[in-house]
């Protein structure tokens, strides 16, 4: 692993959470108009047939080992949108926004439990300071319940997504298992929308536009490319840059949706741009010590 593929690694993932915290004004107003995991389902189906359409063959290269890593990553990732979506419906956005960044924390707890990886202080440092910013941008008020639970679970959740990517991208095609990852998200999306209003299509050109746009842009490109990222940078590291996604969510809250930042979201952002700075200009962990492999 180079320098040189771990600063465009790095480069990729912030360019994927702008595109993620961009999309926050376009899923906002396309869920009003749309039920949430019909939305889903529909983003992430299109992106998947997107894909498979450009390369209709790359799933039967990927080998039985892969297919079922990219099955258990999609499990992982669609339990949490899932979890995110459903808590939602009890939990402040902002609270679930915090609850959601918790990612950043599990990631290298959930890494050192299954794979005995070790995470350096300067990591932690960063975790810790990462947390406080989240907690300054979205944190208004906490309330246990039910929502805040299932809310957790879906933190949990991203963590297992990234730990398994990291650990599997290397091994495989980032395309094929990008794909089969999407895919899984799509089944388990549908059948979690049959009961809550079915699968109806978009109801107008402007939210076909919104489900357009987050399935081949938020989707298909930004998962192949987290998933080629994170063949090149270990889970903890990925987990502080992909909290910046609500500093970008902010950014174009405010461009585009007309918001306004308080001086505790400024601050906050700044804490997790830092956090980020932290982990990269701090000293690099011995790449030759074996780790315990997470074998499917």
Do not use: N
Request: proline share 5%; with cysteine.
């Amino acid at each position: 692993m180079t320098r040189r593929s771990e600063a465009l690694a790095i480069l990729a993932l912030v360019g994927i959470t702008a595109v993620w915290g961009a999309t926050f004004v376009l899923v906002k107003d396309a869920i009003a108009r749309m039920p949430v995991m019909a939305f889903l389902a529909w983003r992430f189906g299109i992106a998947t047939l997107a894909m498979v359409a450009l390369r209709p063959r790359s799933v039967a290269g990927l080998g039985r080992r892969g297919r079922r890593a990219g099955a258990l990553l999609g499990l992982a990732l669609g339990t949490g949108y899932a979890a995110q979506t459903f808590g939602l419906r009890t939990t402040p956005a902002s609270v679930s926004g915090f609850i959601t960044g918790m990612f950043v924390v599990f990631t290298p707890l959930i890494g050192g439990l299954l794979l005995h990886q070790r995470v350096g202080l300067p990591a932690w440092v960063a975790v810790a300071v990462a947390t406080c910013g989240l907690a300054l941008i979205s944190l208004r008020g906490v309330s246990v319940g039910r929502g805040e639970a299932l809310t957790l679970l879906c933190a949990v959740c991203f963590a297992l997504h990234i730990v398994g990517l990291g650990e599997w991208s290397s091994r495989h095609d980032a395309f094929p298992l990008a794909v089969v990852q999407l895919g899984s998200v799509t089944a388990l999306c549908a059948v979690l929308a049959l009961p809550l209003g079915g699968l109806a299509p978009p109801p107008d050109a402007g939210v076909w536009g919104a489900v357009g746009l987050t399935a081949i842009l938020a989707t298909a490109l930004a998962f192949v490319g987290q998933t080629w990222a994170q063949a090149h940078l270990p889970p903890a590291r990925t987990a502080v840059v992909l909290t910046l996604e609500p500093v970008f969510a902010g950014v174009f809250g405010v461009l585009l949706g007309g918001d306004r930042l308080g001086v505790a979201t400024v601050v906050g952002a700044a804490l997790v741009i830092a956090a980020m700075l932290i982990i990269e200009l701090s000293p690099r962990p011995d790449a030759a010590r074996p780790v315990e492999r997470l074998e499917v």
